[in-house]
């Protein structure tokens, strides 16, 4: 069994920047795949990031790339999620996600363990 707690969202203005935790437990962040995924009021959930097993495998969805990060802290079993020039469309509920298999998946259904989830609203 693994559990994910995310943490760091807040209320922030455009342009700034955030950085959103997901602390992993029952297992070490880097022997699952990590991903990050939204939803936002009436619509479904989407992909953000995901980081491979190893770290060395990212991928961004193309509205957040070039502003949002993903890294790992081996040491404290934690994922996070550097979000940066912050836009009122990314304004959701955050999520963190775990997925118990080699291959990278952008899609939601595909993983298996899932955090609360953190809100983050971006005022314009």
């Known amino acids: 069994q693994v559990q994910l707690v995310e943490s760091g969202g807040g209320l922030v203005q455009a342009g700034d920047s955030l950085r959103l935790s997901c602390a992993v437990s029952g297992r070490t962040s880097s022997s699952v795949i990590m991903g990050w995924f939204r939803q936002a009021p009436g619509k479904e959930r989407e992909f953000v990031a995901f980081?491979?097993?190893?770290?060395?495998?990212?991928d961004f969805a193309d509205s957040v790339k070039g502003r949002f990060t993903i890294s790992r802290d081996n040491a404290k079993n934690t994922v996070y999620l550097q979000m940066n020039s912050l836009k009122p469309e990314d304004t959701a509920v955050y999520y963190c996600?775990?997925?118990?298999?080699?291959?990278?998946?952008?899609?939601?259904?595909?993983?298996?363990?899932w955090g609360q989830g953190t809100q983050v609203t971006v005022s314009s």
């Open positions: 996600a775990a997925r118990i298999t080699y291959a990278t998946s952008t899609s939601p259904s595909s993983y298996n363990y």
């Open positions: 980081m491979g097993r190893s770290g060395g495998t990212t």
